[in-house]
């Protein structure tokens, strides 16, 4: 084996889901992080690569593992886990969260940033927000408008449009205690893209918050041995909420949503695949526990060959029922 290709080679990252045990995904070469959700899977590990989302789940979920070439390594240092490898790199933070989402967030995105500017992975590519009764409070006090307040304020300067990271915030349908916050890095900082069918979130108007929220529709990493990192994409048109509380008819929407924004991809690299098939995985965010199973069986009708899985969360506007997010290779 040959050194020097490895480490100019371009990044390259897998995701899979996958039912194993989680010592074995762990153990297996190149594992830079793996991911456990709901009260089935493991609450913690002493690898930092591990990191459970108490977000509950439908059926007996797989574990989600990222995958890179070559040796990772990996540590925490002051509450924050990280592990990096063939030029990405993951890292997780959890801070208590029982007052102001604002106060939280603000905190946990100044350590990211302070992450970021000593990192030989600066571009945050991909960041997944976990926070608790995301809807709770009435206008402008709403836990999730004052979350974007404290992203900003955290972030501390306005990012342009092209550094914004494609994004998931989700809230637990059960008190955690806790604002959990992780991301995937890049030394390269790829493309943010926006989708035609929707209103960028940062140009969001007035009615929706005081601060339109941090995050690009997706985001095409500089290789192309990386997916597309699609951001949590709900049934918004512009910038209003279609089929309000219809779960099944918001799936269709996010459907031409995320056709849209593939579309818009393939401009830039026409290898992606059209739509969403084995390459692509996804996972649905449904606010009512009882819905699950329809949305399971909706996307294994509507997507057969799309590996997914389903959690119970609250997407940030409560006539929202169901979040896709995922990636698309
Ligand atoms: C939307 O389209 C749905 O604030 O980081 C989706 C993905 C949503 C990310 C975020 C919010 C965020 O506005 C909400």
């Not at 501390?156 to 550094?163: F, Y």
């Not at 290789?223 to 512009?238: E, I, K, Q």
């Not at 995985?281 to 389903?310: F, G, M, S, T």
Request: aromatic letters at 6%; one cysteine or more; glycine letters at 8%.
């Amino acid at each position: 084996m040959s050194a020097a290709p490895l480490a100019a080679a371009a990044p390259a990252l897998r995701i899979e889901y996958r039912h194993a045990p989680l010592d074995a995904l762990l153990a297996a070469p190149g594992t830079l992080a793996v991911f456990g959700f709901g009260a089935g899977a493991p609450a913690a590990h002493p690898d930092p690569r591990y990191l459970h989302v108490a977000l509950p789940a439908h059926g007996t979920p797989a574990f989600e593992c990222w995958t890179v070439p070559g040796p990772v390594t990996c540590d925490r240092h002051d509450g924050l886990a990280w592990s990096r490898g063939g030029g990405l790199a993951f890292a997780a933070l959890e801070l208590p969260d029982d007052g102001d989402a604002a106060t939280v967030a603000a905190a946990a995105y100044a350590r990211l940033q302070a992450w970021l500017a000593a990192a030989d992975t600066p571009h945050a590519l991909r960041i997944w927000n976990y926070l608790d009764a995301i809807t709770a409070g009435d206008g402008d006090a709403e836990r999730y408008r004052r979350f974007c307040v404290g992203r900003a304020q955290g972030i501390g300067r306005a990012l342009a449009p092209a550094e914004l990271p494609a994004a998931t915030a989700i809230g637990h349908p059960q008190p955690t205690g806790r604002f959990q916050l992780y991301w995937l890095a890049a030394a390269q900082p790829g493309a943010a893209l926006e989708n035609p069918r929707q209103v960028a979130a940062w140009r969001y108007p007035r009615q929706y918050g005081p601060q339109p929220p941090g995050f690009a529709r997706a985001r095409l990493p500089a290789s192309p041995d990386m997916p597309l990192l699609l951001s949590g994409t709900a049934a918004v048109v512009g910038h209003a909420s279609h089929h309000p509380h219809s779960t099944l008819a918001q799936l269709a929407e996010i459907l031409a949503n995320l056709d849209s924004l593939i579309a818009t991809a393939r401009r830039l690299r026409p290898a992606l695949p059209e739509r969403p098939g084995p390459g692509t995985r996804l996972k649905a965010y449904v606010r009512d526990a009882q819905a699950l199973a329809e949305v399971a069986a909706w996307l294994q009708a509507h997507l057969p060959e799309v590996p997914a899985l389903v959690l119970h969360g609250h997407v940030c506007r409560r006539e929202l029922a169901v979040e896709l997010d995922g990636v698309h290779a």
